[in-house]
């Protein structure tokens, strides 16, 4: 266990999350006095949904801890949301002896084949003079290729065992650069150059790249418009006079919509074509080409067949794409970037809602004038979420993080804890739902113990609301109202029953003050602090089933 946390440590580990058990003590006796930093979490899920966090803040691959048996079914939810996303962690399990393994002994669970399918590898370490080695190789998978999630399970005999070790000779395994064919470069450049309305589709594999800057250069090189993806949100400035929005059928701009639709081409980078964003693949693909770069091969073609497919990460294809770009002229596209610049003006969505009660989409706007451009945003799923894709800024890339595809409720409070521990000096705020909030509310008592000081900012609805919209479809309004009482849950409560603080807000003029003594009480208590905003109980975020055929609830 000494050369394991070892291997963590020169992997760039400096802070692990977890809950010790018997059966994973001896690794707990190996971080005694070590460099790494371990906190302590309330439940096995909201170590990874840390670890999650963490891993997306600063790059690197986020470790979460568990004993045997629930420890590791626990984080299932956690080794999903990591894998939908393509974030890298490494999940430690104790295990029973080996010797008991067949024998049903207390919480000895089969925990490899429980988690291969959400993650990249799962094994299960029998000989001792592996540990190393097998570590080695987790953190190497975690991170090549498009990343992922790790679990590796450890029988408590293997853990105790001896080996030969000599930590001042090792170091990382190396992760290759996957570099593009030159041929399918040109071969995308000529597309591009042919095109008269080509957009660029940021998704996550930019962030996970590190290729905004490349990206932004390419972009005004060419003089195309840029659009981003959820997970690709942050990855090009908002305020760039080539940002082009959002598309998608939910998660949108009504004007990024609409010049998505005009559009003739769009080279896609590191883009899943998740269906939240596409919608109806006829209307989505229309007539326009496609030219899609991953660095995972079985991305191309899995959703719908592009007209070129480029195996490579985002930014080795940036660079080759900016070279070529060196022998080759250029035509002007202001008129196409003139053109989406008319359609933002035309098609906005109302935010200046002074009606009560409060409607959503005034709570982004008092955020996106409050918080700047360096603030870590953390988001999970629901119609909150929506309605920060709609209408929430971001600029920087891996300062706006959600749970993408997985979306699971409770993710925020661990998430901006991994976050804030990735990045002590940061302003960090989470953006949550009454119902959410919730489910992994715990994990406040982990932020007060440790001083992991954020911001909350809750849209309480009393409701399920993105469930209750969805059942309009069935004419129904069913086990979906989590109102009782006159206020429902008091949430302000609960955050001083964790020692942390906050307050409630029933009137638009009352958000802006509350933010700003949110943020101050959070520095100054280094915990969490909540500013519940309660708003209209059945409002709806636009959304429908084609990018056009996306229904407005409000007067724009």
């Given at each position: 266990?000494?050369?394991?946390?070892?291997?963590?440590?020169?992997?760039?580990?400096?802070?692990?999350?977890?809950?010790?058990?018997?059966?994973?003590?001896?690794?707990?006796?190996?971080?005694?006095?070590?460099?790494?930093?371990?906190?302590?979490?309330?439940?096995?899920?909201?170590?990874?949904?840390?670890?999650?966090?963490?891993?997306?803040?600063?790059?690197?691959?986020?470790?979460?801890?568990?004993?045997?048996?629930?420890?590791?079914?626990?984080?299932?939810?956690?080794?999903?949301?990591?894998?939908?996303?393509?974030?890298?962690?490494?999940?430690?399990?104790?295990?029973?002896?080996?010797?008991?393994?067949?024998?049903?002994?207390?919480?000895?669970?089969?925990?490899?084949?429980?988690?291969?399918?959400?993650?990249?590898?799962?094994?299960?370490?029998?000989?001792?003079?592996?540990?190393?080695?097998?570590?080695?190789?987790?953190?190497?998978?975690?991170?090549?290729?498009?990343?992922?999630?790790?679990?590796?399970?450890?029988?408590?005999?293997?853990?105790?065992?001896?080996?030969?070790?000599?930590?001042?000779?090792?170091?990382?395994?190396?992760?290759?650069?996957?570099?593009?064919?030159?041929?399918?470069?040109?071969?995308?450049?000529?597309?591009?150059?042919?095109?008269?309305?080509?957009?660029?589709?940021?998704?996550?594999?930019?962030?996970?790249?590190?290729?905004s800057e490349r990206l932004r250069a390419v972009a005004e090189r060419l003089g195309v418009p840029v659009q981003v993806t959820?997970?690709?949100?942050?990855?090009?400035?908002?305020?760039?006079?080539?940002?082009?929005?959002?598309?998608?059928?939910?998660?949108?701009?009504?004007?990024?919509?609409?010049?998505?639709?005009?559009?003739?081409?769009?080279?896609?980078?590191?883009?899943?074509?998740?269906?939240?964003?596409?919608?109806?693949?006829?209307?989505?693909?229309?007539?326009?080409?496609?030219?899609?770069?991953?660095?995972?091969?079985?991305?191309?073609?899995?959703?719908?067949?592009?007209?070129?497919?480029?195996?490579?990460?985002?930014?080795?294809?940036?660079?080759?794409?900016?070279?070529?770009?060196?022998?080759?002229?250029?035509?002007?596209?202001?008129?196409?970037?003139?053109?989406?610049?008319?359609?933002?003006?035309?098609?906005?969505?109302?935010?200046?809602?002074?009606?009560?009660?409060?409607?959503?989409?005034?709570?982004?706007?008092?955020?996106?004038?409050?918080?700047?451009?360096?603030?870590?945003?953390?988001?999970?799923?629901?119609?909150?979420?929506?309605?920060?894709?709609?209408?929430?800024?971001?600029?920087?890339?891996?300062?706006?993080?959600v749970c993408g595809q997985a979306g699971p409720l409770g993710w925020e409070i661990p998430a901006a804890i991994g976050v804030?521990?990735?990045?002590?000096?940061?302003?960090?705020?989470?953006?949550?739902?009454?119902?959410?909030?919730?489910?992994?509310?715990?994990?406040?008592?982990?932020?007060?113990?440790?001083?992991?000081?954020?911001?909350?900012?809750?849209?309480?609805?009393?409701?399920?609301?993105?469930?209750?919209?969805?059942?309009?479809?069935?004419?129904?309004?069913?086990?979906?109202?989590?109102?009782?009482?006159?206020?429902?849950?008091?949430?302000?409560?609960?955050?001083?029953?964790?020692?942390?603080?906050?307050?409630?807000?029933?009137?638009?003029?009352?958000?802006?003050?509350?933010?700003?003594?949110?943020?101050?009480?959070?520095?100054?208590?280094?915990?969490?602090?909540?500013?519940?905003?309660?708003?209209?109980?059945?409002?709806?975020?636009?959304?429908?089933?084609?990018?056009?055929?996306?229904?407005?609830?409000?007067?724009?």
């Open positions: 266990m000494q050369a394991v946390v070892d291997v963590l440590e020169s992997e760039g580990v400096d802070t692990v999350f977890g809950c010790p058990g018997a059966a994973i003590l001896p690794l707990y006796n190996a971080l005694q006095g070590r460099a790494i930093e371990h906190l302590i979490v309330r439940h096995e899920e909201g170590a990874t949904h840390m670890a999650d966090g963490w891993a997306r803040t600063n790059g690197h691959v986020g470790v979460a801890i568990g004993t045997s048996g629930p420890a590791g079914t626990n984080m299932i939810t956690g080794l999903y949301t990591a894998h939908a996303d393509s974030i890298p962690i490494i999940c430690i399990t104790g295990q029973a002896a080996t010797t008991k393994l067949h024998q049903e002994a207390f919480q000895a669970v089969d925990i490899v084949e429980i988690a291969k399918p959400v993650t990249k590898w799962a094994v299960q370490v029998k000989e001792a003079a592996q540990l190393p080695w097998i570590f080695r190789e987790a953190f190497r998978i975690a991170r090549s290729g498009r990343p992922g999630p790790v679990l590796v399970d450890l029988p408590i005999d293997v853990q105790k065992q001896d080996i030969e070790w000599d930590s001042s000779i090792d170091s990382p395994l190396p992760v290759p650069a996957v570099k593009p064919a030159p041929a399918r470069v040109e071969r995308a450049l000529d597309l591009l150059l042919a095109a008269e309305r080509p957009i660029i589709l940021a998704g996550g594999g930019v962030v996970l790249g590190e290729a959820l997970m690709g949100k942050g990855s090009f400035p908002e305020d760039h006079e080539l940002f082009a929005g959002m598309a998608g059928i939910q998660t949108s701009q009504r004007w990024a919509n609409a010049a998505f639709l005009e559009s003739d081409l769009v080279l896609a980078l590191g883009a899943r074509f998740g269906d939240r964003h596409t919608g109806e693949l006829s209307v989505y693909r229309g007539r326009r080409k496609f030219v899609h770069v991953d660095i995972e091969p079985t991305q191309l073609g899995k959703v719908f067949g592009p007209d070129l497919g480029i195996v490579s990460d985002t930014r080795e294809f940036l660079d080759a794409l900016l070279a070529a770009l060196e022998k080759r002229s250029v035509p002007s596209r202001r008129e196409w970037v003139g053109r989406v610049a008319e359609l933002k003006e035309a098609l906005p969505r109302r935010e200046d809602f002074d009606s009560l009660p409060i409607k959503a989409p005034r709570v982004f706007k008092e955020i996106n004038e409050t918080f700047g451009e360096d603030t870590y945003f953390v988001t999970a799923i629901g119609l909150y979420q929506i309605w920060s894709g709609q209408f929430q800024k971001a600029h920087k890339p891996r300062h706006y993080q804030k521990k990735a990045r002590p000096e940061a302003e960090v705020v989470g953006v949550v739902g009454d119902y959410s909030f919730q489910f992994l509310v715990e994990e406040l008592a982990v932020a007060a113990q440790y001083d992991v000081g954020f911001v909350l900012i809750m849209l309480n609805n009393t409701y399920l609301g993105l469930i209750r919209q969805a059942e309009t479809g069935y004419e129904m309004n069913f086990e979906v109202d989590i109102h009782y009482d006159t206020i429902g849950t008091d949430n302000v409560k609960i955050m001083e029953a964790y020692g942390c603080s906050g307050t409630r807000v029933h009137e638009p003029g009352e958000i802006r003050t509350s933010l700003e003594w949110a943020r101050k009480e959070a520095e100054r208590t280094s915990r969490p602090v909540l500013v519940e905003i309660m708003i209209e109980r059945e409002g709806n975020a636009a959304m429908g089933a084609a990018l056009d055929a996306v229904k407005e609830f409000e007067p724009c």
